[in-house]
């Protein structure tokens, strides 16, 4: 329950959705100075309006807002030039993160993550233990035939500076995401337990959100490959993950 | 379900001193199933539930002539959905929302984390309460401005804006904790 008055959970929403100008938005700001943790609440707001306004084209997108503390008369203008060289300086920083081609390759953990999102391309076609579908020639497994996961769709993205191709597979209500990563191998994540089936040896954790996720993080060809999703026991995904494919899937 | 009425103030014709009011003409209602449909997503998280959900609000709407004030076509429709859904939902619970669902409400091709912050906020806006949930829909996924959310509810648009802010900080609350 918010602590604040309705008219302060007003103000922050307009200054928030940018929907006050003028004098109007320059008196919001003065009085948000006074409310504790202001610029967090409304990066909090524009967080979820930011979040259900994807896919909504003529939706405006959240203002930038400063509620920090005004500064003393004597003080205001010479931090006014720092704070302007400040935000330009964190404007570059945010676009060169977002556009840079050299950013850091992403950690398994991180690549974990897409097994909680949808498939945005059909399901990839069968060629007997493997489909037709791989990344640097490492080709994703069918499991159809010998475990009965069938395949869902697919999708594709690029995290930090690689590619990857995500394959996604159900089988009686629980639901699999397969990753290869293009590019060396990112390594194993730290703290893993580490388990050996068939000469592979497979990283496993748990991820505890959204309902807990178990993860299976293991090599093919120097590639990493990362299989992550809710099972009823995790030696499912250990089988699956070591399975050969009569040498179509792993070598 | 009984005390859910059908919206009354758009069926009649222009009455003395009223804005003046146009027919909702049939044909135009294609044009706003977009926006509709991501309403009746958040509402009941699930595709082919939205889908009989903005269809049964067109069969309700075109049962009888319409007549709305000047370009308020959207908050009227989102008013009878939120009606219909309220009929619906005392016959049935939300069921947990299929991750191939959120497509068409979100843009999933362009970035991982947005795709996931989208899934994690609909999620979170399912558990809200209706109050809370009905702003959060007119304004954030709907698009509509707080005046047009304050008529389309039948409210003021600074309970619009409060509301707006509970549901937000509800909402991000259960994003941090997922």
């Known amino acids: 329950m918010s602590a604040l008055s309705r008219r302060d959970e007003q103000l922050l929403v307009g200054l928030a959705d ?66 302007a060289l400040a935000a330009v300086l964190a404007a570059c920083v945010a676009v060169a993160a977002l556009v840079a081609p050299g950013a850091d390759p992403p950690s398994p953990e991180r690549v974990a993550v897409l097994s909680m999102l949808p498939a945005t391309e059909p399901r990839p076609p069968q060629t007997g233990t493997a ?38 597979y159900e089988h009686r209500g629980h639901r699999l995401a397969y990753t290869i990563v293009a590019g060396p191998a990112l390594g194993l994540p730290d703290g893993a337990r580490i388990v050996e089936r068939d000469g592979l040896r497979i990283a496993l954790y748990r991820d505890p959100r959204h309902g807990g996720h178990d993860v299976a993080v ?3 060809d120097g590639h990493t490959c990362v299989v992550a999703g809710h099972v009823l026991e995790v030696e499912t995904i250990v089988e699956l993950s070591a399975w050969r494919g009569g040498g179509q899937v792993r070598s | 379900m009984a005390g859910v009425r059908e919206p009354a103030a758009a069926v009649a014709p222009d009455g003395a001193g009223a804005e003046p009011r146009r027919r909702l003409e049939p044909a135009s209602l294609a044009q706003h199933r977009p926006r509709l449909m991501r309403a009746a997503y958040a509402m009941c998280r699930s595709r082919e539930d939205a889908e009989d959900l903005v269809q049964e ?118 994003m941090e904790a997922a």
């Open chain 1, 131 to 168: 489909l037709e579908a791989e990344v640097d020639g490492v080709r994703f497994p069918n499991w159809e035939p010998d475990f009965g996961w069938r395949t869902t769709g697919m999708r594709r993205d690029r995290l930090g500076d690689r590619d990857t191709a995500t394959v996604y």
């Open chain 2, 57 to 174: 609000t067109f069969e309700r709407v075109l049962r009888r002539p319409r007549f709305v004030q000047r370009d308020h076509d959207v908050a009227y429709l989102l008013r009878v959905l939120r009606h219909t859904h309220a009929r619906a939902a005392a016959r049935r619970r939300p069921a947990p929302a299929a991750p191939e669902d959120l497509e068409w409400v979100a843009d999933l091709h362009a970035d991982p984390a947005r795709a996931l912050e989208a899934r994690l906020a609909y999620a979170a806006m399912a558990e809200l309460s209706e109050p809370l949930r009905a702003t959060i829909v007119a304004v954030d996924v709907v698009g509509l401005s707080y005046k047009e959310a304050a008529r389309s509810l039948r409210t003021r648009i600074g309970t619009v804006m409060s509301r707006l802010y509970r549901a937000r900080e509800q909402v991000a609350a259960a």
């Open chain 1, 218 to 220: 293991f090599e093919r």
């Open chain 1, 18 to 83: 940018g929907t006050l100008t003028g004098r109007r938005r320059r008196r919001a700001e003065e009085r948000a100075r006074s409310i504790p943790g202001a610029e967090r609440l409304i990066a909090r707001q524009q967080r979820v309006a930011r979040a259900l306004r994807a896919g909504l084209d003529e939706a405006p997108a959240p203002a930038t807002v400063s509620v920090r503390p005004a500064p003393e008369p004597r003080a205001r203008l010479r931090r006014a030039a720092a704070g």
